[in-house]
């Protein structure tokens, strides 16, 4: 399957995009509900809401970025972004969209998180969705509210998002390396390349990111993969160029990661 071409001037949002930030400023439901499909390519600029957002992927991969760094979505997951973060986005895929907006005080995350889709919540939204383009009674989007702001905190959050460094130089070498991930990296050899030592260096990296080189190595190189897998290349090429030395090791951290192997991630993908 040929890959799609990602790598040319973006596409912003359409008028109607504009016009839902603007009605979601102004309504005053609990929950609001937008469902919208977006072009491969397509970037959504910075901006933020006064409610949080819970925005599924029902189907393709966006990329959101935040100035404490970059968050996949890939699909059967969503993206909980507190009220009043700035994020930008960037659709890796074709994107099948359906999103929350709930009042900052039904969440007590305070910063994005990435959670694996339940069947009920995916259902409770697609029915609110669905509900804005047909009769329904107020009592039924009532309930069907309340089941859903309780059924959000239970879902399971997946490590999908990748904090990135503060510090410029080491923040050039985390970009360089999701050009071109290895899952070899090793840490004397970025240490070498900051001109600092190894012990200053693990210190700066989990200072400046939260978590250990080995950790970030580990989910950056599952976090570049899903473009690739998304667009259909194959899981053996995929894993390969990512530095690992066979297929398993690449399925048992993908995994872990996403709950699922590639296999199954591709299936989905497709559907």
């Known amino acids: 399957m040929a890959k799609s071409d990602r790598h040319h001037l973006p596409k912003l949002p359409d008028a109607d995009h504009f016009r839902s930030l603007e009605w979601i400023e102004k309504a005053n439901a609990p929950v609001l509900a937008i469902g919208r499909d977006y072009a491969c390519g397509l970037t959504v600029p910075s901006h933020s809401h006064s409610r949080t957002q819970l925005?599924?992927?029902r189907s393709g991969v966006v990329l959101v970025y935040t100035s404490g760094g970059r968050w996949m979505i890939p699909p059967g997951h969503a993206l909980?972004?507190?009220?009043?973060?700035?994020?930008s986005a960037e659709m890796v895929s074709d994107v099948r969209m359906h999103s929350i907006y709930i009042s900052p005080e039904a969440s007590e995350a305070r910063r994005p998180l990435v959670l694996e889709m339940s069947a009920l919540v995916g259902s409770l939204i697609d029915e609110l969705v669905g509900a804005g383009n047909e009769?329904?009674?107020?009592?039924?989007?009532?309930?069907?509210m309340e089941l859903l702001l309780t059924e959000i905190p239970r879902l399971n959050q997946r490590p999908l998002g990748l904090?990135?460094?503060?510090?410029?130089?080491?923040?050039?070498?985390?970009?360089?390396?999701?050009?071109?991930?290895?899952?070899?990296?090793n840490i004397d050899a970025w240490a070498a390349r900051m001109g600092i030592s190894r012990r200053s260096f693990t210190r700066l990296f989990r200072q400046e990111t939260g978590v250990s080189f080995v950790t970030w190595r580990q989910h950056a190189c599952i976090f570049a993969s899903l473009p690739r897998i998304a667009d259909g290349e194959p899981i053996t090429t995929v894993a390969l160029d990512a530095g690992y030395e066979n297929v398993a090791a690449f399925t048992t951290m993908f995994?872990?990661?996403?709950?699922?192997?590639?296999?199954?991630?591709?299936r989905d993908q497709r559907t």
Do not use: N, T
């Open 80 to 87: 909980l972004i507190p009220a009043g973060i700035e994020h």
């Open 163 to 185: 904090p990135f460094p503060r510090d410029r130089k080491l923040a050039a070498l985390c970009r360089q390396f999701l050009e071109a991930p290895s899952a070899s990296a």
């Open 255 to 266: 995994r872990r990661m996403l709950g699922a192997p590639p296999s199954v991630y591709l």
């Open 135 to 144: 009769a329904s009674s107020e009592r039924r989007e009532s309930l069907m």
């Open 55 to 57: 925005w599924w992927a």
